[in-house]
Each structure stands twice: as C-alpha cells, then as structure tokens.
C-alpha cells in the first residue's frame, strides 16, 4: 500500500455530496418563496379592492337574553352568605314540627345532645 503524500491545495470532498443538487434545491425553495409570497400579496390587494357589500350576520348575534342556569354568580357576596348564614342559625336555634299527627318533633342544634336537660326532658 502506498500513500500518496503529495502536497495538494485544500479543497472539500467531492465524493460524498455533489454540490449541484444542494444549489438546485435551494434555488428552487427561493424562488418557491417568492412565488407564494406574490400570490399572499395579490390576495391581500384584490381583498381590499373589493369589500364585502352585505356581510351576513351570524345567528350568534342576535340577542336573546336568557338568564344562565343556576348557580349564577352572585352580585353581593357578603350579603348573601349573611343571610344564608342568619337563616341556617334560625333553623338551627328553633324547633318545630316533622309530623304533627305522629308527634314528631325537629329539634336542632342544642337541642339534640343527648342527655342535655331539654333531651331529657323531652324524653320523660
């Protein structure tokens, strides 16, 4: 085997890519680019010459009001939990009848501790 050691001025490799069909290629992608960009150009140019002259309305537009389905936002928020919390300490704090023909009566809060003097009371 003889190696050839011979000065020779630098150059690429020319057996592992061809360069013309790189250039090619990249010819073609740029003129391909500018081909589509001229076309998006004139789009846009005969667009703006002619403007819609009855734009249909959408059936989404209309306006219906409808009021949403609950649970809807609330408007005063602090309010609201106050009287919710007013009314829960009302039913909580009182008693009353389930079924006044069977004798059966709702007792809440304090009320249902058993062995609390009302409980027992209740119950003699």
């Not at 809807?72 to 079924?99: C, F, K, M, N």
């Amino acid at each position: 085997m003889e190696l050839n050691l011979s000065k020779s001025p630098p150059s690429h490799e020319t057996t592992d890519a061809d360069v013309r069909p790189i250039v090619l290629i990249g010819a073609g992608l740029a003129v391909l680019l500018i081909a589509v960009g001229g076309i998006v150009y004139g789009i846009f140019q005969y667009l703006s010459a002619h403007t819609a002259t009855s734009p249909q309305s959408s059936p989404m537009t209309v306006f219906d009001p409808q009021i949403p389905p609950s649970p809807r936002i609330e408007e005063h928020p602090a309010i609201e939990i106050q009287q919710l919390r007013a009314q829960e300490e009302q039913t909580l704090s009182t008693y009353g009848w389930v079924d006044k023909k069977t004798g059966r009566l709702s007792f809440t809060g304090q009320y249902t501790a058993v062995g609390s003097p009302a409980c027992i009371a209740f119950l003699a």
